[in-house]
């Protein structure tokens, strides 16, 4: 099956400095990317979507100059939160979907981000 | 019009038990139907995936009922297990040569936590 992964899986940092998080798909490329928060014990909440060779789709309320998104390969995409601050702590989580004849996504494993 | 409502929000089954968990659309325009399982501290992974064009499917354990007129669908877990224990997650997607902003956009049921006793 397609896997994807992330990096890092936990982070913690002070409050002001910028983190990045990397979504590979490992298998497979992906023209499309997926980033999301979860806080505990609540469902998915869709940030951006992230095209390989353009700009990233934020949905709305999500601040892009906040969380950079850069989809650098088809394998490759990053989720950079700049000056991060203690409401920044959630866990972040990437998906790549595939093309063709199975157009599914894939989950990474997520990233715990603690903003001190 | 996007939502997926989830219910019931918490499941507790005994082992060997059926679980059942529903889920409601209002989009008419989702095509794709995925079950995720997410155990704590993993991101989610696709359990199974009905379109509308059926009204079941069975993989092992776990089957999708799937009601197009009511926009109803539905997870059961037969013969549950402790290891079945995790959060379920209901999706729905609409379909993907519709393009726009909404591309591939999965809409996500708020969850349901299943603890499976032994």
């Not at chain 1, 940030?47 to 700009?55: C, D, H, I, Q, R």
Request: charged share 15%; net charge positive.
């Amino acid at each position: 099956g397609a896997v994807v992964s992330q990096h890092p899986s936990r982070v913690i940092c002070k409050s002001g400095t910028s983190v990045k998080i990397e979504c590979r798909s490992l298998d497979f490329q992906a023209t499309t990317m997926f980033w999301y928060r979860q806080f505990p014990k609540q469902s998915l909440m869709l940030m951006a979507t992230s095209n390989e060779g353009s700009k990233a789709t934020y949905e709305q309320g999500v601040e892009k100059d906040k969380f950079l998104i850069n989809h650098a390969s088809l394998t490759l995409s990053t989720l950079t939160v700049t000056s991060a601050h203690p409401e920044d702590s959630s866990f972040y989580i990437c998906s790549a979907k595939t093309s063709g004849a199975v157009n599914e996504q894939f989950f990474g494993p997520g990233t715990r981000l603690t903003v001190l | 019009q996007q939502q997926v409502k989830q219910s019931p929000q918490s499941l507790i089954v005994q082992k060997g038990g059926i679980s059942i968990i529903n889920c409601a659309y209002e989009n008419t325009a989702f095509d794709y139907f995925p079950w995720y399982q997410q155990f704590p501290g993993k991101g989610p992974a696709l359990l199974i995936a009905i379109r509308p064009d059926v009204s079941e499917k069975k993989e092992g354990r776990f089957t999708i009922s799937f009601n197009k007129s009511a926009k109803q669908f539905s997870l059961h877990i037969m013969d549950s297990q402790p290891g079945d224990s995790a959060t379920y997650f209901c999706a729905a997607r609409p379909p993907l040569g519709a393009g726009g902003t909404s591309y591939g956009k999965l809409t996500f049921g708020q969850g349901t936590i299943l603890t499976v006793h032994p």
